[in-house]
């Protein structure tokens, strides 16, 4: 139940990435997830309780975390494709979340385990090493999904320690929404009203189901976060970087899909090897 979740997970967060990166103004589109998401969580708050002072220091930490992470994605795919971006930052977030949660006692890993690590490490090196390009530009490609991905690792951890300490999966999620979602909304009503207010009115109903699928993609792996290894779970969930790799192939018409995508799948067999 648990396995299968956290696939739907994975193919989630891949389609919303997908759905940022085809956009034409990917900001706008980014604040619009973000405020659709906050707004629905807002609507939920008054009927949940609030959360413990204990667990006030993981919602402060995982909204720095994600707040960060969304300006890396942004800059992630001005500078690179979908179909190397997303390998990178997710098989990065993978690997650190599962060292980090090691290191730190929550998990231990066994030589399996690490085994998968090594490869999975040789499969992102693989995509990141296939670019070409301007030593700026390649610099720019790489370096923003692998700090996206250290980002992702961080507040993973912090919501999977976070949701344990709250109770509810359900009023975990609620709360850190409305923590991190107003950031991002505020900034680009601020800077570009115009164009938030155009977007409102010609592509509302995409941008409304993009925020619906983030919003469950996350839920999901905070869930399960609750529920056991949160190396394990993080590891499992970036089988989205398989996902992506086909997504930025074919719907988006990304050159060297095939390389690609054989990259992500040395990084998928390195997370096979876990249990």
Not at 183 to 189: E, G, I, K
Request: hydrophobic share 55%; charged share 10%.
């Amino acid at each position: 139940m648990v396995t299968a979740l956290i696939l739907l997970s994975a193919i989630l967060n891949a389609s919303w990435n997908a759905f940022v990166k085809n956009d034409s103004d990917r900001a706008v589109a980014m604040a619009w997830i973000m405020g659709l998401g906050g707004l629905a969580s807002l609507c939920v708050a008054p009927f949940i309780a609030r959360p413990a002072p204990e667990v006030w220091p993981y919602l402060l930490a995982t909204t720095i975390f994600q707040n960060i992470y969304i300006g890396l994605v942004l800059l992630s795919y001005r500078h690179g494709d979908l179909s190397q971006a997303y390998p990178i930052a997710r098989g990065t977030a993978a690997l650190a979340a599962a060292i980090v949660s090691s290191a730190l006692g929550i998990d231990v890993l066994t030589p399996r385990e690490w085994a998968g690590i090594l490869l999975s490490s040789m499969g992102i090196a693989s995509l990141a090493f296939a670019a070409t390009g301007p030593a700026s530009t390649l610099r720019r490609a790489v370096g923003y999904p692998l700090l996206s991905g250290l980002c992702t690792a961080g507040y993973s951890i912090v919501d999977g320690s976070g949701v344990r300490l709250a109770g509810s999966p359900f009023e975990y999620v609620v709360w850190m929404n409305l923590c991190a979602s107003p950031f991002l909304p505020a900034y680009v009503l601020l800077t570009r009203r115009h164009e938030l207010a155009r977007s409102a009115r010609g592509s509302l109903g995409p941008r409304l189901f993009a925020a619906a699928v983030a919003l469950s993609s996350y839920s999901i792996a905070v869930w399960a976060f609750s529920q056991g290894s949160i190396g394990r779970i993080a590891v499992l969930r970036e089988t989205s970087v398989l996902f992506a790799a086909i997504l930025g192939s074919v719907a988006l018409k990304e050159p060297f899909g095939t390389r690609r995508i054989l990259s992500a799948m040395v990084i998928l067999l390195g997370f096979a090897l876990w249990p």
